[in-house]
């Protein structure tokens, strides 16, 4: 009996064990933690957002099921989240020191919000509630967010102790050694309202939709204003931290008309026209410029940031191939106008037509709208045709060879800066850091990245032996630059002892015997380098 409790016992411990390193030790780098809390996460954002659209009629009443379903659900893996952290919080340090790890757990902040927003569901199967009080209960599940949120709080706060408040402004919003974890959710939270924004405005102009919900979609465009202006001026007020627009005013109005800046300024600025000069002006046009709120997205992609560095750099070659392709696009418009004028008087009635002729012919794209009838105009539509597919090729070949190549450069001063941090032979862990946002910025998979490291730190050793050996060969070595140059120092010693192995090779080994045998002659312990160095020439 004793050996089956003891057995269970010590299987419950390694099953515990198992399931704190699976999911829960942020220490382990290659387990399931991270995965399971963006998981819990999305299923919060995904509780929040059906609550929302459960208070739209037109959505909610033909799919009660299916919102009946996914609560259900969502319930259920919350709370497998509170049993399974209920159980391994004996090997949490946070409550492994106490008496009763459970109890602490228990009554911890994290666990008392994990508990409340499962309890009210549970405590409805023997209590008569309101189901409509049941369901509003569910915001207490947006409670469960301050887990991911809290400790990038409490690290960026460490971090950035002791920095003013305009310095921690701009480490929220950009990217700073001292960001941390919680400018990745600043980012992660406006690309969510980026997207949310620009499908609200797509839907919008469906009829039908529009009709259901206009409510709605203005609440939400008035959430989206006030999220995206609090964000530009956050970036307006910090910028001066940044070395670039140091000056109080010129570099705020430098920053002001810095592409990324007047695309979150567009994001916005719509917005605030309509609802200031409407009794002026129709501006309901201005509506649709909403959609360049898609255009901040570009500020977190790194494709897009070397995409336009590949057309800055290969602008003056873009300029003459557009060059050429308007010089032949005019001409065709003239030979077209030329051609079919008399013929077609209703579709090439004049030559700004005839361009728009001439632009669908030269692309390949055909619509049929509008085709030449007369020979000589076919004729010269087949030859437009079969240039259109070099001449209209140029810019897409050039810029996808510039981006290839743009790419290969980025990846060759990654490779340099893997040897700067290399220099000391020890990468740091704020160096460890800027190496994964680099490789994350340049689509790296982590095989790929550990690939490059691996080379930097072959070609670095490699490298350092071959300026140890000049150096060696060059002149005679002092101690003081050995002691600072380890690898040269060996190289060095493994010299001495060549030439040591070569002297003892053309020596009477007996002369040299009784020569280190006496004390006045030499000291212990070069007798007992020497000893050493006579077995090894002699078993040679």
């Known amino acids: 009996m004793n050996l089956n409790s003891v057995s269970i016992s010590s299987l419950n411990l390694i099953l515990r064990k198992r399931l704190y390193n699976l999911f829960f030790n942020a220490r382990i780098k290659n387990n399931f933690h991270?995965?399971?809390?963006?998981?819990?996460?999305?299923m919060i954002v995904l509780n929040m957002a059906g609550l929302v659209l459960e208070h739209i009629p037109i959505i909610y009443e033909s799919r009660e099921h299916f919102f009946h379903l996914f609560d259900v659900m969502s319930l259920g893996i919350f709370t497998?989240?509170?049993?399974?952290?209920?159980?391994?919080?004996?090997?949490?340090s946070a409550f492994s020191s106490a008496k009763n790890p459970r109890l602490t757990f228990f009554k911890s902040p994290f666990a008392l919000i994990d508990l409340i927003?499962?309890?009210?569901?549970?405590?409805?199967?023997?209590?008569?509630?309101?189901?409509?009080?049941?369901r509003s209960l569910r915001l207490l599940r947006l409670f469960k967010l301050f887990r991911a949120v809290a400790p990038a709080v409490n690290g960026f706060l460490e971090q950035n102790q002791g920095k003013s408040f305009r310095y921690k402004i701009y480490a929220l919003v950009n990217e700073t050694p001292t960001s941390g974890q919680l400018h990745q959710i600043f980012d992660f939270f406006i690309v969510v309202w980026v997207i949310i924004s620009v499908l609200a405005v797509i839907l919008e102009s469906v009829h039908s939709i529009n009709y259901h919900l206009h409510s709605e979609f203005m609440i939400l465009d008035i959430l989206a204003v006030a999220i995206f202006s609090t964000e530009y001026l956050m970036r307006m007020y910090s910028c001066t931290e940044n070395p670039k627009y140091q000056a109080w005013l010129s570099g705020r109005l430098k920053n002001a008309t810095s592409p990324t800046s007047l695309i979150d300024l567009l994001a916005v600025l719509p917005f605030y026209l309509e609802s200031l000069l409407h009794h002026l002006f129709d501006l309901r046009f201005l509506r649709v410029f909403r959609l360049m709120r898609l255009l901040k997205l570009a500020r977190?992609?790194?494709?897009?940031?070397?995409?336009?560095?590949?057309?800055?750099?290969?602008w003056p070659v873009m300029k003459a191939s557009a060059?050429?392709?308007?010089?032949?696009?005019?001409?065709?418009?003239?030979?077209?106008?030329?051609?079919?004028h008399e013929a077609q008087p209703d579709k090439f009635e004049n030559i700004p037509q005839s361009i728009y002729w001439?632009?669908?012919?030269?692309?390949?794209?055909?619509?049929?709208?509008?085709?030449?009838?007369?020979?000589?105009?076919?004729a010269m539509t087949i030859i437009l045709a079969l240039l259109?597919?070099?001449?209209?090729?140029?810019?897409?070949?050039?810029?996808?060879?510039?981006?290839s190549d743009q790419l290969r450069i980025?990846?060759?001063?990654?490779?340099?800066?893997?040897?700067?941090?290399?220099?000391?032979?020890?990468?740091?862990?704020?160096?460890?850091?800027?190496?994964?946002?680099?490789?994350?910025?340049?689509?790296?998979?982590?095989?790929?990245?550990d690939r490059l490291l691996e080379k930097a730190k072959v070609q670095m050793g490699l490298e350092q032996s071959a300026s140890a050996k000049e150096l060696t060969a060059g002149h005679e070595l002092d101690l003081k630059f050995l002691s600072t140059h380890p690898t040269v120092a060996a190289e060095q010693l493994k010299i001495t002892i060549s030439k040591l192995q070569q002297i003892m090779s053309v020596s009477s080994a007996d002369e040299l015997t009784n020569y280190f045998k006496d004390p006045n002659n030499a000291t212990p312990l070069q007798s007992a380098l020497f000893q050493i160095l006579l077995q090894n020439t002699q078993k040679q």
Do not use: W
């Open 34 to 42: 991270h995965q399971f809390e963006h998981f819990i996460t999305y």
């Open 80 to 92: 497998v989240e509170y049993a399974l952290r209920f159980y391994v919080a004996p090997e949490d």
């Open 117 to 134: 927003s499962i309890l009210p569901f549970y405590l409805g199967a023997f209590f008569d509630v309101d189901l409509r009080v049941l």
């Open 300 to 314: 977190y992609s790194g494709a897009t940031q070397s995409l336009f560095i590949v057309i800055k750099r290969e």
């Open 323 to 340: 060059f050429i392709m308007i010089l032949l696009v005019m001409l065709a418009a003239c030979l077209g106008y030329l051609f079919e």
């Open 358 to 378: 001439a632009v669908i012919t030269l692309a390949s794209v055909g619509y049929g709208d509008i085709s030449p009838i007369t020979p000589a105009g076919r």
């Open 388 to 403: 259109g597919i070099g001449i209209f090729a140029i810019p897409a070949a050039i810029l996808s060879s510039a981006l």
């Open 410 to 449: 980025e990846r060759e001063m990654m490779m340099n800066e893997l040897y700067h941090m290399l220099e000391d032979g020890v990468i740091s862990p704020e160096e460890q850091e800027l190496i994964e946002a680099e490789a994350k910025r340049l689509h790296l998979s982590r095989s790929e990245l």
